[in-house]
């Protein structure tokens, strides 16, 4: 390997990716970290884009990765022996003098609107983005940290380099699994967690969180977090700080909200390095195109940030559509309150179109996650020959309920105890097995709306013309 080659990682997670991460790092490599829940054809699309000068996999991902391969120009490979043998040689590499302008990882997206976009960014980059995760989580010296967030994803890498700048403890898990994970808090005395919902969700529903008296700090971002959850959370942890985490892979922080236990659902103020407006939200406009205040606007993000990367691997067209006059247009829409603190209404790409009105699914989520019949909600659109897309709320029943018996319960709930106007209140109410979810636990909202779920009970709105 030399210095610039790029070196994709198809590993599940734990030590061993992490100490290669770190290894790339040391010989001025780029590490390209993939999801190992791509399918065939998606990574192979990735290896591709990132032209590797290696791709390294562990054993239970080797049918994958061949069958991704076989779809690609072939790159260099060696087996596990090989790699043994010559390590056994001994041996140091010579130190290598690696620019902070050099790139040091490629991170990928999930791909959920579209095929993965590489996000390429520098030691800089990842020095100051761990830098900005420390001080606005307040992490410690000595602190103690749960590994679970994958390394393909930018809060998994934010919690690993976190912890090796404050020389902090690191425990990492492999896969994730709640009932394990609550083992690992406990037994190592875990002080600092940083997940998104869903997880903080998982913990919760193992029944032993609030024996976590350890846990001090707890941090989350990927996803919005609803007011039933927080309160939750508060009430099992008791923290110290509870911080919302607005961000993104291509620059790290946005914005902060420091006290979510105080201002749930806040994404605060501006991060550290960062600057953010909100501009009108059509297509096309620009960071100079300034809302008034208390309207909705889009999100820009100053490119000036020594968090930001500089634009995406091979994607011209994804340059154009998010990046005007060194600002980043991430797609979400957000209000600004009298304090200047960020309500996050939803993403664009999330919107609704009812009947000629643009709806939001945050907050009706928010609302139906109160109802005790719920047990996990997502609201999207379905198609609808009236109204163009229905208000549909898709939700796993608590356990106790029969899908029928909750379906009804939320039904009546939207209309008479969540406080939701007319227009926001569900047309649809659909119980489902379960919420699709990306690798790192990110709802994927599209898959319900384009139909692909299982139904365990409905009612539908029953409307004369």
Known sequence: MRPGDRVVFVLAGGLPLASLHLAAQKLGAVSVPLSFRFGAPELAYCIADAAPALVVFDE?????????????????????????????????????????????????????????????????????????????????????????????????????LSSVVTASTWVPQVRFDADEAMELVLREGVNSLYLVPTIFWSLLRTGRLAEAQSVEKISYAGAAMTTALAGQLTEALRPRKFVNHFGSTEIYTFSVGPNAAAKPGSAGRAGVFSRIRLVAPEPGAGPDDLVGPGEQGQLAVSMASPEAFSGYWNRPDANAKSIRDGWYFPGDLATADEDGDLWVAGRVDDMINSGGENIYP??????????????????????????????????????????????????????????????????????????????????????LGAGHYEVLARHDLQEHA
Do not use: N
Not at 68 to 90: D, N, W
Not at 370 to 387: I, K, L, M, N, Y
Not at 401 to 416: D, H, L, S
């Open 362 to 447: 945050d907050e009706i989520e928010d609302a139906l996650a109160r109802c005790p019949a719920v047990r996990e909600v997502v609201v999207a659109g379905t198609s609808d020959d009236r109204w163009g897309q229905a208000v549909t709320a898709f939700f796993v029943p608590e356990h106790g309920f029969a899908p029928g018996e909750a379906v009804e319960q939320v039904w009546r709930f939207a209309r008479e105890g969540s406080g939701l106007p007319s227009l926001k209140r569900p047309k649809r109410v659909i119980a489902v097995p379960e919420i699709p979810k990306s690798a790192v636990g990110k709802i994927l909202r599209r898959e």
């Open 60 to 160: 239970p991902h080797e049918e994958l990765v061949g069958t991704a391969l076989a779809q690609i120009p072939p790159v260099a490979g060696s087996s596990a022996e090989a790699i043994e043998t010559q390590a056994s040689r001994g041996g140091v590499a010579p130190a290598v003098a690696v620019p902070d302008d050099a790139i040091s990882v490629m991170l990928y997206t999930s791909g959920t609107t579209g095929k993965p976009k590489g996000v390429p960014r520098t030691h800089a980059a990842e020095h100051y983005a761990a830098l900005a995760h420390i001080i606005q989580t307040g992490q410690s010296c000595f602190d103690t940290t749960l590994g679970v967030m994958p390394l393909f994803h930018t809060m998994g890498m934010r919690t690993l």
